[in-house]
T-cell receptor
Framework: DAGVIQSPRHEVTEMGQEVTLRCKPISGHDYLFWYRQTMMRGLELLIYFNNNVPIDDSGMPEDRFSAKMPNASFSTLKIQPSEPRDSAVYFC?????????????FGDGTRLSIL | AQSVAQPEDQVNVAEGNPLTVKCTYSVSGNPYLFWYVQYPNRGLQFLLKYITGDNLVKGSYGFEAEFNKSQTSFHLKKPSALVSDSALYFCAENTGGFKTIFGAGTRLFVKA
């Protein structure tokens, strides 16, 4: 089975540009999570969805960040405008519903560099 | 507030020796506890979980973890370390919602 697929794997762009990160969760998983990983702050949960509906976006750092999940097989995380401090590795993860004992399955991340 | 503590930033062990990566959790009640591993340029991979039952949980790649409720600990162990076990290890807990709290991570370095 295909795992969680993220694109692009690497993104380098200039400050002020719009950045869109994409994620395809595992088929049948109805929870989707977006994380950011940096050396300074570790792994941070940004937002998560259940059945395409955002449940908790308290980790989204600023209004410059937005996330959508238009259908069960696709989600985007958008940064507009981007800033150098947004440079990080962004992970998408998905899990099955039912009980909270289900592990999360992570994609291999998007390494974002804002110049 | 919920928290997961991994007291060691790095653990160094010689190949063939037993390894332990420490984790303590904060929640009362019955936590759901997990260990994940992250290799360079990859996402986190699930290793094992504790839900209920036997305090010794076995997982992937020969890893196991021991749940200790009185010490609120969930240490990751392996009887004989391999160089290929060198990676970043995360302990995590979930108390019943779907939001998982991750520790800061412990880098394991296995020397040949």
């Amino acid at each position: 089975d295909a795992g969680v697929i993220q694109s692009p794997r690497h993104e380098v762009t200039e400050m002020g540009q719009e950045v869109t990160l994409r994620c395809k969760p595992i088929s049948g998983h109805d929870y989707l999570f977006w994380y950011r990983q940096t050396m300074m702050r570790g792994l941070e949960l940004l937002i998560y969805f259940n059945n395409n509906v955002p449940i908790d976006d308290s980790g989204m750092p600023e209004d410059r960040f937005s996330a959508k999940m238009p259908n069960a097989s696709f989600s985007t995380l958008k940064i507009q405008p981007s800033e150098p401090r947004d440079s990080a590795v962004y992970f998408c993860a998905s899990s099955r519903t039912g009980t909270p004992n289900q592990p999360q399955h992570f994609g291999d991340g998007t390494r974002l560099s804002i110049l | 507030a919920q928290s997961v503590a991994q007291p060691e930033d790095q653990v160094n062990v010689a190949e063939g020796n037993p390894l332990t990566v420490k984790c303590t959790y904060s929640v009362s009640g019955n936590p759901y506890l997990f260990w994940y591993v992250q290799y360079p340029n990859r996402g986190l991979q699930f290793l094992l979980k504790y839900i209920t039952g036997d305090n010794l949980v076995k997982g992937s790649y020969g890893f196991e973890a021991e749940f200790n409720k009185s010490q609120t600990s969930f240490h990751l162990k392996k009887p004989s370390a391999l160089v290929s076990d060198s990676a970043l290890y995360f302990c995590a807990e979930n108390t019943g919602g779907f939001k998982t709290i991750f520790g800061a991570g412990t880098r394991l370095f296995v020397k040949a």
